[in-house]
């Protein structure tokens, strides 16, 4: 009966004659699977119009000279899957002709990463003060495509970008992932594949925890061990790893090609046990320490009262510093159990000021609030209850404060008790809490103009592979990604579900391995 029905609707259909592929797509517009009002993270204006733009073989992108470099990324998204050859021209100004326009205006609405974009049957343009808003406005373009466009290889048919016009910025400044390569390593072409992953939700922080108990990844000319050592091992007796300079330097360039920051942390006074494996002088009896592989924290300390302690972590800043163009180093914090109170203050007064001698700013998790740093400094919380008087007081006293509520944001956590990987330390995430979250209510005394941001931690005491990476982050980092990009407004768990359903095939077609939780309606 069903399929009587349809043959008859087809065939009535057909005695209209071919509809043109502009009326089909305004009579599905409002089923189709991209619209300007499906891109995740939500825009903060976003208005559909019924007539697409009609990519061709005859499309041209053209751009000012400072943008050719996001014009030939969007060149370099565009042509796997649709086979055309997209060329970039440089034009001093827009011809308003049939053709994709990047161009760098100046709109004080737009902060310096907003963008606007214009989707019309004439052409696409895209507008901004900055080519970090031209990226992100590419991002968004991209989401207007059909889902195919992210194959890698061609597909033959017509390549519709659903119409409208979007004004967008973000809400915060500082929107991160974060990675760590010390309890299992990953090799730079992995970073960078997750560095391609995350730039399509508008991140444009990646945190790389590069030491901890388990390895030391970033080799340091002036202590050659901490790699050549330190980075032997990691968690369960897995193969380690380690990042020479030039292949650091490499991490970091990429992600600037993905309007993405570099912040590297050395994580101190704890979390140390590598470096004092590698190096008998850092420990206090200056007898090294057997290497540990299991996931233990607390247990290791730098030797508080030791010259060489101060001698070894300016070194290591000053060679961090020398390799990282950004604004900030991550200096860590965390869980430092076994320093005493005062041993921890008496550390933080002398290593703080070390990263403003090499001209950098620091993040530190939030344990580094009691300690009374400078307020350029940014406290990240990582608990799990809003009530956190040290961050609370460092707000008061100017520190932005970075959010990554361990029980929303982490993306290491099971998503229910059956997830083969992850920890449960912090509860069960699933999609909807992982969303279900306000950075102006994560902190008791925390407001909105006192956060930086925020984070997506991803640790890796329990994943070895890019699937593994996969399958925590997606698709809890979009849900992040929105928090710490779109207007508070717009928060909404029921619009954003749907939304995210339509991100599906995207990913499929990427080739993520996400976690279809059954809170979504998986198109
Ligand atoms: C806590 S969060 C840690 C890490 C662990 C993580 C596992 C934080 C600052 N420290 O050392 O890897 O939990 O979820």
């Known amino acids: 009966m069903k399929r009587t029905l349809l043959l008859g609707l087809v065939a009535g259909l057909a005695l209209l004659g071919p509809p043109a592929i502009a009326s089909i797509e305004s009579i ?17 204006e976003a208005k559909a119009a019924a007539e697409p733009f009609l990519l061709t073989p005859g499309t041209v992108i053209c751009a000012d000279k400072e943008s050719l470099e996001v014009a030939q990324y969007l060149q370099a998204l565009l042509k796997p899957a649709t086979g055309y050859p997209l060329p970039v021209h440089s034009s001093a100004e827009e011809r308003g002709g049939k053709a994709i326009e990047l161009f760098l205006i100046k709109d004080g609405k737009l902060g310096a990463e907003g963008y606007r974009l214009e989707v019309h049957p004439e052409g696409v343009r895209i507008r901004a003060t900055t080519t970090d808003g031209l990226f992100s406005g590419v991002q968004s373009l991209r989401q207007l495509f059909p889902a195919a466009i992210e194959s890698k290889t061609v597909q033959t048919r017509e390549w519709p970008v659903a119409g409208g016009t979007v004004v967008d910025f973000p809400r915060f400044g500082h929107r991160s992932a974060m990675l760590d390569v010390a309890r299992h390593f990953f090799t730079p ?140 180093l991550h200096i860590g914090g965390d869980e430092a159990h076994s320093t005493k109170p005062e041993d921890y203050q008496a550390f933080q007064d002398k290593v703080q000021p070390l990263a403003a001698k090499y001209g950098k700013e620091f993040i530190g998790w939030h344990e580094i609030a009691k300690a009374t740093p400078p307020v350029t400094a940014v406290p990240q919380f990582w608990g799990t209850n809003p ?36 920890l449960s330390w912090a509860g069960l995430v699933e999609v909807q809490d992982s969303y279900g979250w306000d950075p102006s209510t994560a902190v008791t005394g925390v407001a909105e103009n006192q956060i930086a941001g925020v984070e997506a931690p991803l640790w890796s005491e329990t994943i070895r592979t890019s699937d593994n990476i996969e399958y925590l982050a997606f698709p809890r980092l979009p849900g992040i990604a929105e928090i710490g990009w779109s207007p508070r407004a717009s928060h909404d768990w029921t619009a954003y579900r749907d939304r995210l359903a339509k991100q599906g095939p995207r990913l499929t077609a990427q080739g993520i391995d996400f976690y279809r939780s059954p809170q979504v309606d998986w198109k």
């Open 189 to 328: 072409d992995q970073v960078k594949l997750y560095i391609d992953q995350i730039a399509q939700y508008k991140i444009n922080t990646l945190h790389l925890h590069l030491t901890d108990d388990q390895g030391w990844r970033i080799e340091i000319k002036s202590w050659p061990k901490l790699a050549t050592i330190g980075g032997q091992t990691a968690v369960g007796g897995d193969p380690g790893g380690y990042y020479t300079q030039e292949q650091y330097r490499d991490i970091v360039a990429y992600a600037a090609s993905r309007h993405i920051d570099i912040v590297p942390e050395v994580d101190m006074p704890g979390h140390t046990n590598a470096a004092q494996h590698s190096y008998a002088e850092l420990n206090c009896d200056g007898v090294a320490v057997p290497p540990r592989t299991d996931i233990e924290v607390g247990y290791s300390s730098l030797c508080i009262g030791l010259p060489i302690t101060y001698t070894f972590v300016e070194d290591v800043i000053r060679e961090l510093s020398a390799l990282t163009p950004g604004r900030y």
């Open 387 to 422: 009530t956190a008087p040290e961050v609370t007081a460092a707000a008061q006293r100017g520190n932005k404060i970075l959010m990554s509520p361990a029980n929303r944001a982490y993306l290491d956590m099971k998503y229910n008790k059956d997830t083969p990987i992850g």
């Open 28 to 44: 599905a517009l409002p089923t189709v699977e991209r619209a300007v009002t499906d891109i995740v993270p939500a825009p903060v």
